[in-house]
């Protein structure tokens, strides 16, 4: 396996684990009954679960 292909494959799993998280961290979000707080157009928002 190539450099390039290894990059790739651990490319993948990369964000394949971040997308994990974040979807954790909305279920968390909800249980917790917490804001979730993102940055959007330069600005600060809080959002509801």
């Known amino acids: 396996m190539s450099d390039t292909e290894k ?3 651990e490319h993948k799993k990369i964000v394949k684990a971040m997308e ?3 979807e ?3 279920l968390f979000k909800k249980k917790m009954n917490s804001d ?3 940055l959007k157009d330069n600005k600060i ?3 509801k679960p």
């Open 7 to 9: 990059s790739k494959e």
């Open 20 to 22: 994990k998280v974040y």
């Open 24 to 26: 954790n961290l909305i």
């Open 36 to 38: 979730l707080v993102i």
């Open 45 to 47: 928002v809080h959002i």
